[in-house]
């Protein structure tokens, strides 16, 4: 594999991966703080809006893909599904079951996996999640055949992340805010500007809506949508496993 993104640099695949794995060790503990204070608490209705779109229920096993701290997980169970939450961070899963110990959440799964090689077998899920974390995956399109792989025949696959919104002045608003104000809310909350930069030069350095929506048509998905929100600031992809 030819070089890949970490932010706005291009290195080695191997060195992305140890490189995010740091990132998100370091942002762990102040992670959803953060996430409350860059998106001003909207990252909460786009949450609600990604677990309705899902509809999950009872009966249904669902792996939460990056589901380090429970935000989609927590959801879901509530919906009466069985969770399988994944995330190749060790530290962020401990994150996330101490919250699901002190908010008395029972019944979910934890298990450290690399999205790019997950250790379960075929068509073992109902439905993949993926909020905020494919676009920090080395190799995205192992990891979407991966999503392809373990899911069941009529499965969906179902993404939440940052894109490029459409609507004009608000992508340059928003910019300004990202390079320059996120990192210094960074420095002052989490002790560590240089991991929320990089997060703000993934979200540049992802794919918008149609190319993404391209990759999961490649990996083997049918019926594939994406539906913007803030004129495409955020995206839900879906798309079915027949």
């Known amino acids: 594999m030819s070089k890949v993104s970490f932010g706005?640099?291009?290195?080695?695949?191997?060195?992305?991966?140890?490189?995010?794995?740091?990132?998100?060790?370091?942002?762990a503990s102040s992670?959803?703080?953060?996430?409350?204070?860059?998106?001003?608490?909207?990252?909460?209705?786009?949450?609600?809006?990604?677990?309705?779109?899902v509809k999950p229920r009872a009966g249904?096993?669902?792996?939460?893909?990056?589901?380090?701290?429970?935000?989609?997980?927590?959801?879901m169970a509530a919906?009466?599904?069985?969770?399988?939450?994944?995330?190749?961070?060790?530290?962020?899963?401990?994150?996330?079951q101490e919250r699901a110990r002190k908010r008395g959440i029972e019944g979910l799964?934890?298990?450290?996996?690399?999205?790019?090689?997950?250790?379960?077998?075929?068509?073992?899920?109902?439905?993949?999640?993926?909020?905020?974390?494919?676009?920090?995956?080395t190799n995205i399109p192992a990891a979407l055949a991966e999503a392809h792989r373990v899911l069941k025949r009529g499965g969906r696959f179902f993404c939440l992340e940052f894109s490029t919104t459409t609507w004009p002045g608000f992508s340059e608003l928003?910019?300004?805010?990202?390079?320059?104000?996120?990192?210094?809310?960074?420095?002052?909350?989490?002790?560590?500007?240089?991991?929320?930069?990089?997060?703000?030069?993934s979200i540049e350095r992802f794919p918008d809506m149609q190319a993404f929506a391209a990759m999961i048509r490649a990996a083997g998905f049918t019926q594939v949508k994406a539906e913007p929100i803030l004129g495409g600031l955020v995206a839900i992809h879906s798309g079915w496993k027949i």
């Open 8 to 27: 706005h640099e291009d290195v080695e695949p191997a060195e992305k991966t140890a490189r995010v794995h740091g990132v998100f060790s370091s942002v």
């Open 60 to 75: 249904q096993a669902i792996l939460d893909m990056a589901g380090g701290t429970g935000d989609i997980a927590f959801r």
């Open 79 to 96: 919906r009466g599904a069985a969770v399988t939450v994944a995330d190749i961070n060790a530290d962020m899963l401990d994150v996330g």
């Open 109 to 137: 799964a934890w298990a450290v996996e690399n999205a790019e090689v997950l250790s379960f077998g075929d068509r073992a899920f109902d439905a993949y999640t993926i909020a905020f974390g494919i676009r920090n995956v």
């Open 174 to 201: 928003y910019r300004t805010y990202s390079r320059k104000i996120v990192p210094k809310i960074g420095e002052a909350v989490a002790k560590d500007a240089d991991s929320y930069r990089y997060l703000i030069e």
């Open 31 to 53: 992670y959803d703080v953060m996430n409350d204070l860059m998106s001003g608490g909207m990252h909460r209705l786009w949450k609600d809006d990604f677990v309705r779109r």
